[in-house]
Every structure is written in structure tokens, then in C-alpha cells.
């Protein structure tokens, strides 16, 4: 079946310590995002990428960065600079780059600080 | 700017019951898309229904029907007869043609349903 993996299910951080989650789609879509999801709160776009070595900052991109090398794999990077990085993380992925496309996620990361 | 607004936190029902979960929307564009996603405990958020500006009829699938009303700016859902697995974080979004997928999501409503 095809779907979006992302692992791991659970992440600990420790202060000053880069970590990066993994999502991976075997749907061949084209584009991919990243959504942080906090408590009582809606969830709020990352980064997004249209295609492969392409991608772009969404609304809150300070203090992680992503990379796409190849279609199937979005990754991110929470750095130390993101002060705040305790979050339930979602990857998703559209079949084109299109605003009325419906969006496909990932079972979530959830990240802590230790 | 666009907002959507779900003012129902948490919402709890008695199985069978009926229940309908609410979305406010604020957009200056006369075009926009309108959808509703489940978030189960899992955490997977699954997509149910997607809407256009365009498109009043309201849509029923099995138990599930929504009601789009451009005169209040709402599009609310209505879980018929729910069930202990409609038990889940509902989100309303928002989509605008913005030159790039801008997506503007709820806060959620957790229902939960109690055997």
C-alpha cells in the first residue's frame, strides 16, 4: 500500500543538539511539506517542496532546515537555533503543487527535549 | 488574511448520537477550497471531504454529511448516529490560491464518543 513513512515514532533532543526526522512517500507525488502541530493548536507549515532539489520556507522555517535529494525523501532538521522544538511533527505530500490538492500525511514524530 | 475558526474544543457524546462539529471561515477571495480532516489517536491525519467556493450542495457519505453555507462562512460537519471509532481530533482548513499551497488550518475539535 502506498502511504508516508515517517520515523521515528518518538525523539528525545538533548540542549545544543541537532535532529533530524525522517519521511519518506512511495506515492510519487511531487510535492511534500512539513507541519509542527502543537496542543490546541492548528497545525503550521514548515518548509514545502514543489520537487525534487527544490524547497521553501513556510511560516514558521526558523531554526530547521529540510533538504530534497530525491522524490521519495523529505527530511528535517531541527537545529539547537529552534529554542522551542517540542512539537508533534507531520510530513505530507500532495500529488501535484497545487492549492486545491488534498493533502496525504505521515503518522507524526513526536519530538521532546530532554 | 484567512482564518479558520473552530470554536468547539472537545466535544463528548454518548454513542448513536448525533453531533455536529463546527468551521468558521474568514477569506477575501471568492475562490478557495474547503476541507475536513480526522486526526484518530494514531496520530495520521486522514482526509474526508474537500469543498469548492463554487459548490454549495451539501454532501453525504454514509454516516458523515457536511453543510457549506457561503451567507455565514461556515462549512459544518455532522457525524450521524457516531460511533466509539469516530472518536478522533477533527480539523477544518482553508485553501487559498495564494501562488503556492497555503493552507490554513483549525484548532480542532477532539470528539469523543462514550460507549
Known amino acids: 500500500d502506498g502511504g508516508i513513512t515517517q520515523s521515528p515514532k518518538y525523539l528525545f533532543r538533548k540542549e545544543g543538539q541537532n535532529v533530524t526526522l525522517s519521511c519518506e512517500q512511495n506515492?510519487?507525488?511531487?510535492?511534500m511539506y512539513w507541519y509542527r502541530q502543537d496542543p490546541g493548536q492548528g497545525l503550521r507549515l514548515i518548509y514545502y517542496?514543489?520537487?525534487?532539489?527544490?524547497?521553501q520556507k513556510g511560516d514558521i522555517a526558523e531554526g530547521y532546515s529540510v533538504s530534497r535529494e530525491k522524490k521519495e525523501s523529505f527530511p528535517l532538521t531541527v537545529t539547537s537555533a529552534q529554542k522551542n522544538p517540542t512539537a508533534f511533527y507531520l510530513c505530507a505530500s500532495t500529488r501535484e503543487f497545487d492549492w486545491d490538492e488534498k493533502l496525504f500525511f505521515g503518522s507524526g514524530t513526536q519530538l521532546s527535549v530532554l | 488574511a484567512q482564518k479558520v475558526t473552530q470554536a468547539q474544543t472537545e466535544i463528548s457524546v454518548v454513542e448513536k448520537e448525533d453531533v455536529t462539529l463546527d468551521c468558521v471561515y474568514e477569506t477575501r477571495d471568492t475562490t478557495y477550497y474547503l476541507f475536513w480532516y480526522k486526526q484518530p489517536p494514531s496520530g495520521e491525519l486522514v482526509f474526508l471531504i474537500r469543498r469548492n467556493s463554487f459548490d454549495e450542495q451539501n454532501e453525504i457519505s454514509g454516516r458523515y454529511s457536511w453543510n457549506f453555507q457561503k451567507s455565514t462562512s461556515s462549512f459544518n460537519f455532522t457525524i450521524t448516529a457516531s460511533q466509539v471509532v469516530d472518536s478522533a481530533v477533527y480539523f477544518c482548513?482553508?485553501?487559498?490560491?495564494?501562488?503556492?499551497?497555503?493552507?490554513?488550518f483549525g484548532t480542532g475539535t477532539k470528539l469523543q464518543v462514550i460507549p
Open positions: 482548513a482553508l485553501s487559498e490560491p495564494q501562488g503556492y499551497q497555503k493552507v490554513t
Open positions: 517542496s514543489q520537487i525534487v532539489n527544490d524547497f
Open positions: 506515492l510519487n507525488h511531487d510535492a
